[in-house]
């Protein structure tokens, strides 16, 4: 990309006053766009609205080939309050946004909402926002693929598929589906929304794409909150190995738990008899697979829920079931309340593709870091071994091969996060999908930044959950006053 237009899309100078010609300014004509916003849809609320907006897919050539980004809207519920908009992303990469801003699962506080229009959008390639397809197959979308000599060979040409089916179907597309561009999107939104500035707040992959926009426009940034957040450090192949890293502590925390409630859970007395029971369920399920609620899993398939160790109880339910069912104990024994089954989520539109998810996720993640993986299969497969000892619940399976191996580089290098910019970060301390040591290299990225972390609390998203670091979150969304330093809070006991 031109060092000549990174400079023209500084915050100085990003969209420039009015009266530049276009020839000046070819962005211009993307930040004077007017949103015809309609209702979303029959079911949604009338006052919810959406509209589409046009951005380039390559800021580099904005007169070339547009794409779609489409936008919500909730307007602030009290207009002598509304003090700006606060753009909303679930994370991902692959969520779509669109509908945050009326999803109940996001529970923001009645005084955010009279301050702020609270805004969704889909990101570039995501839902209804010009998606991706690669044409995966149910297979081919899977990547939790342990390691194994025998089946290695089959994994690295199950990458090497995946990454020409994607270049076969979305072409030059890809390269431009990076956190880079979806920051200037964002900007885009700021500017058609008439706003100087931009608040917002960001889920799990959501804290990185903020962390990267405060990168790029830091005069365009104001109130931030990064939930769940994301080393930028180690954003890539480390995000997976980040993951087996912090599962490690989370099952040695859960065994101890376990232990102290062996009349409950029939799991072991001690730490290393509860660890020793897991093992052995693993080891009997990968001589025979282990037929629960008539489904067979493997050893290798109980490994793949290692996000259930974050959770000490459901995992203490979840273990003694599966061990009732491998000993043809069925149903779970009393005292131990069956497990719920995992929500199944909802199933793409009909005009979006059934891998969307999958392949716009792939997209950004190599795009953004196609030169931390390595080219040579054989490093894969020294990784996934030193791993697996390392990290034995989810190593290999992090460290594995993965399509980025066999991705094309993306249109511009990574962003380093490297700033002042005040912001504030949310963290559970037991968070199966960025955990504490993960997102303390958010903390370190953004100098200006306070964090609140929930000792004790369990799981991936924290605002709007009701723990104690909500008031935080709020008194900064409304007032804009950070806490004076990082604060720990725990969380309620069950």
Same mark, same amino acid.
């Given at each position: 990309?031109?060092?000549?237009?990174?400079?023209?899309?500084?915050?100085?100078?990003?969209?420039?006053?009015?009266?530049?010609?276009?020839?000046?300014?070819?962005?211009?004509?993307?930040?004077?766009?007017?949103?015809?916003?309609?209702?979303?849809?029959?079911?949604?609320?009338?006052?919810?609205?959406?509209?589409?907006?046009?951005?380039?897919?390559?800021?580099?050539?904005?007169?070339?080939?547009?794409?779609?980004?489409?936008?919500?809207?909730?307007?602030?519920?009290?207009?002598?309050?509304?003090?700006?908009?606060?753009?909303?992303?679930?994370?991902?990469?692959?969520?779509?946004?669109?509908?945050?801003?009326?999803?109940?699962?996001?529970?923001?506080?009645?005084?955010?909402?009279?301050?702020?229009?609270?805004?969704?959008?889909?990101?570039?390639?995501?839902?209804?926002?010009?998606?991706?397809?690669?044409?995966?197959?149910?297979?081919?979308?899977?990547?939790?693929?342990?390691?194994?000599?025998?089946?290695?060979?089959?994994?690295?040409?199950?990458?090497?598929?995946?990454?020409?089916?994607?270049?076969?179907?979305?072409?030059?597309?890809?390269?431009?589906?990076?956190?880079?561009?979806?920051?200037?999107?964002?900007?885009?939104?700021?500017?058609?929304?008439?706003?100087?500035?931009?608040?917002?707040?960001?889920?799990?992959?959501?804290?990185?794409?903020?962390?990267?926009?405060?990168?790029?426009?830091?005069?365009?940034?104001?109130?931030?909150?990064?939930?769940?957040?994301?080393?930028?450090?180690?954003?890539?192949?480390?995000?997976?190995?980040?993951?087996?890293?912090?599962?490690?502590?989370?099952?040695?925390?859960?065994?101890?738990?376990?232990?102290?409630?062996?009349?409950?859970?029939?799991?072991?007395?001690?730490? &290393? @008899?509860?660890?020793?029971?897991?093992?052995?369920? #693993?080891? *009997?399920? +990968?001589?025979? !697979? =282990?037929?629960?609620?008539?489904?067979?899993?493997?050893?290798?398939?109980?490994?793949?829920?290692?996000?259930?160790?974050?959770?000490?109880?459901?995992?203490?339910?979840?273990?003694?079931?599966?061990?009732?069912? &491998? @000993?043809?104990?069925?149903?779970?024994?009393?005292? #131990?309340? *069956?497990? +719920?089954?995992? !929500? =199944?989520?909802?199933?793409?539109?009909?005009?979006?593709?059934?891998?969307?998810?999958?392949?716009?996720?792939?997209?950004?993640?190599?795009?953004?870091?196609?030169?931390?993986?390595?080219?040579?299969?054989?490093?894969?497969?020294?990784?996934?071994?030193?791993?697996?000892?390392?990290?034995?619940?989810?190593?290999?399976?992090?460290?594995?091969?993965?399509?980025?191996?066999?991705?094309?580089?993306?249109?511009?290098?990574?962003?380093?996060?490297?700033?002042?910019?005040?912001?504030?970060?949310?963290?559970?301390?037991?968070?199966?999908?960025?955990?504490?040591?993960?997102?303390?290299?958010?903390?370190?990225?953004?100098?200006?930044?306070?964090?609140?972390?929930?000792?004790?609390?369990?799981?991936?998203?924290?605002?709007?959950?009701?723990?104690?670091?909500?008031?935080?979150?709020?008194?900064?969304?409304?007032?804009?006053?950070?806490?004076?330093?990082?604060?720990?809070?725990?969380?309620?006991?069950?």
């Amino acid at each position: 990309m031109a060092t000549a237009f990174v400079s023209a899309l500084t915050p100085a100078t990003a969209f420039s006053a009015p009266g530049a010609s276009a020839a000046k300014d070819p962005l211009r004509q993307y930040a004077q766009q007017t949103p015809h916003w309609q209702r979303c849809g029959a079911g949604s609320p009338a006052t919810f609205q959406c509209a589409t907006l046009k951005v380039p897919l390559d800021y580099s050539d904005p007169g070339g080939k547009e794409i779609d980004i489409a936008v919500s809207r909730l307007k602030a519920s009290s207009a002598k309050e509304r003090r700006g908009v606060l753009l909303l992303n679930p994370g991902g990469p692959g969520g779509p946004g669109l509908d945050m801003p009326v999803d109940p699962n996001v529970n923001l506080p009645e005084e955010v909402k009279r301050q702020y229009d609270i805004i969704g959008f889909d990101p570039r390639g995501v839902g209804r926002s010009s998606p991706v397809s690669c044409d995966l197959t149910d297979d081919e979308e899977n990547f939790e693929r342990p390691y194994k000599a025998g089946t290695f060979a089959k994994d690295v040409e199950w990458a090497r598929t995946v990454a020409d089916k994607c270049r076969a179907k979305a072409g030059d597309t890809l390269r431009h589906l990076t956190t880079r561009n979806t920051a200037r999107d964002m900007d885009v939104i700021r500017a058609v929304l008439g706003e100087e500035k931009l608040s917002y707040l960001g889920f799990s992959y959501g804290t990185y794409l903020g962390a990267v926009y405060t990168q790029m426009f830091p005069r365009r940034t104001e109130r931030f909150v990064l939930d769940s957040a994301t080393d930028p450090a180690r954003f890539g192949r480390g995000v997976f190995q980040g993951m087996a890293e912090g599962t490690e502590p989370a099952f040695t925390r859960w065994s101890e738990w376990t232990a102290r409630r062996h009349t409950t859970y029939g799991l072991g007395n001690t730490p &290393a @008899e509860v660890r020793r029971t897991f093992w052995d369920l #693993i080891a *009997r399920a +990968d001589r025979e !697979p =282990v037929v629960h609620d008539g489904k067979p899993l493997t050893g290798d398939d109980i490994r793949g829920e290692r996000a259930m160790f974050f959770h000490v109880r459901n995992a203490a339910r979840r273990v003694a079931e599966l061990k009732q069912a &491998a @000993e043809g104990k069925e149903p779970a024994p009393s005292g #131990i309340p *069956r497990q +719920d089954p995992a !929500p =199944v989520p909802p199933a793409p539109a009909p005009d979006i593709p059934s891998d969307n998810a999958t392949a716009s996720a792939w997209a950004v993640i190599c795009a953004d870091t196609r030169t931390s993986w390595p080219d040579d299969p054989e490093q894969y497969r020294r990784d996934a071994i030193r791993d697996k000892a390392r990290y034995p619940l989810y190593g290999d399976v992090a460290s594995n091969i993965k399509p980025c191996a066999f991705w094309k580089q993306g249109s511009e290098p990574a962003t380093v996060v490297n700033n002042e910019v005040s912001a504030l970060i949310l963290q559970n301390e037991w968070d199966p999908q960025t955990p504490l040591a993960v997102s303390q290299g958010m903390r370190r990225a953004l100098h200006g930044s306070r964090m609140v972390t929930v000792a004790g609390g369990e799981g991936h998203g924290v605002f709007g959950t009701g723990s104690c670091a909500d008031r935080s979150a709020t008194v900064y969304l409304t007032t804009g006053r950070l806490p004076d330093r990082d604060l720990t809070c725990r969380a309620p006991t069950a």
